[in-house]
């Protein structure tokens, strides 16, 4: 075999075992932390109470009720616990009120509100490009 072609192989072998342990290392680093069981039942009561119809989590969701990804930062734990379990009108509708959870259900979604709210979420979402820098 040509000295080259070698030399091309042996590279190619060297770059691939370095991507395959990147990829390795970003998925299963000390950086990944497990989700608590209780954010993990929060979540689960998130899903079945379908808050996403209305609010966004990381962008993705509904828009009418707004983005709640870093809502336990804003309000913590009792105001949180305190809006869950005695919901007020929700604006915009004259009688309808947000839906009342039990203590029990506010405290697991308050537990996922603040795992998710741990998440670095810098440089998202990001911004969109001004019209001048497309072209």
Not at 8 to 33: C, E
Not at 61 to 79: A, P, Q, R, V
């Amino acid at each position: 075999m040509d000295f080259r072609l070698k030399g091309f192989l042996a590279a190619m072998l060297a770059s691939l075992a370095v991507f395959s342990w990147l990829i390795y290392y970003s998925t299963t680093g000390d950086r990944l932390k497990p989700i608590p069981a209780d954010a993990k039942q929060g979540k689960r009561i998130f899903q079945q109470k379908a808050c996403v119809e209305c609010h966004t989590v990381f962008g993705n969701g509904g828009y009418s009720g707004g983005d709640l990804t870093k809502i336990y930062g804003k309000f913590g734990s009792e105001g949180l616990k305190d809006y869950l379990t005695h919901p007020p009108v929700i604006s915009g509708a004259k009688q309808r009120r947000h839906e009342h959870l039990t203590k029990e259900e506010a405290d697991g979604i308050i537990a996922y509100f603040d795992f998710i709210n741990l998440i670095n979420t810098i440089e998202w979402p990001p911004r969109p490009m001004p019209d001048d820098k497309i072209r």
